[in-house]
């Protein structure tokens, strides 16, 4: 009887051991690695992928984006140039760095150069499901390090097709929380009309910058609602009005297309010790459900 319960113990033992590499292995998978199999979060079957891109090539696919050599407003610490957008090893590469370089149209010194590409004029979309899995840059209290993810209207001015930040970055406070990521939308009829009075959602929980994520914005016709690793912590309602907004919510009637930079904000002067710094992301994908219609 004794050699009986030894051997059910022992048996007992190796099963839990096994479930427990399973187990490991899952979390490893979900948390996000480059190499691994990444995890669906349910698209059924009555979704189509209506725009994808896996950034497996040696150059940005420039049928799908347009990277850009610009500015954006006056007060940020960046210049855009196309050097620090790149593919390496199945990811989209945005580099942000300090390299002094002059810029032609208005003769200004930038000290750090990032990059900045868009999906204008090539793909935009109404209503769907944008979901990317991006690896963030590393960050600390007081480093204005900016990466974001967001669309707004095509052919159109901003404000007047809105802008919807599926995340924002920054690390000005609490560095228990760093980062601190935000689902934001911004609407108005022009750009002196925002309704948004620093209206963004912060995500609840911290996360581990050495892994991949999953960023994921859902889109009808009633509502918004924003994801992280498939934790659901934003909705925004059509007409309804929310806390820092001063109307009631307006959805976009215009298409909107996809953008992807890193910036550096103006709130302290950013220290070249601290950079260069790397945003990853291993894919884009857009669906919609196939009762919908894409435009472009």
């Known amino acids: 009887m004794k050699i009986i319960n030894f051997k059910s113990i022992l ?31 349910g698209v059924q079957d ?46 989209l590469v945005i580099r942000t760095r300090y390299n002094p370089t002059v810029y032609n149209l208005t003769g200004k010194l930038y000290n750090f150069t990032s990059g900045w590409l868009d999906s204008s004029q090539k793909f935009n979309f109404s209503e769907g499901r944008l979901e990317a899995r991006v690896k963030l840059p590393k960050t600390k209290v007081n480093d204005p390090i900016w990466p974001a993810l967001w669309t707004i209207g095509d052919g159109v001015s901003w404000l007047r097709g809105g802008e919807i930040d599926i995340f924002e970055m920054n690390s000005n406070w609490n560095g228990d929380k760093l980062p601190h990521l935000y689902g934001t939308y911004h609407w108005g009829n022009n750009a002196s009309d925002n309704h948004c009075h620093g209206c963004g959602t912060l995500y609840p929980n911290k996360i581990n910058l050495n892994d991949y994520h999953i960023f994921r914005f859902d889109w009808n ?67 919609q459900k196939n009762s919908q219609n894409i435009q472009n």
Do not use: C
Request: hydrophobic share 35%.
């Open 11 to 41: 048996v007992f033992l190796i099963l839990l051991f096994a479930l427990f590499f399973v187990l490991q292995d899952y979390h490893f998978q979900f948390l996000g690695n480059k190499d691994t199999q990444l995890v669906d979060f």
């Open 46 to 91: 009555d979704w189509s992928i209506i725009f994808e891109d896996e950034f497996e090539g040696t150059q940005v696919d420039e049928s799908k984006w347009t990277k850009r050599y610009r500015t954006h407003g006056d007060t940020e610490q960046q210049l855009y140039i196309e050097d620090d957008i790149y593919t390496e090893n199945g990811n």
């Open 221 to 287: 016709a009633t509502q918004f609602d924003w994801y992280i690793d498939n934790i659901h912590y934003k909705t925004n309602k059509q007409g309804v009005q929310y806390p820092k907004t001063d109307a009631p919510i307006t959805l976009p009637t215009y298409p909107q297309f996809i953008i992807i930079n890193t910036a550096i904000d103006n709130f302290i002067k950013a220290k070249q010790a601290d950079y260069p710094k790397y945003m990853y992301i291993d894919y884009i994908r857009v669906y």
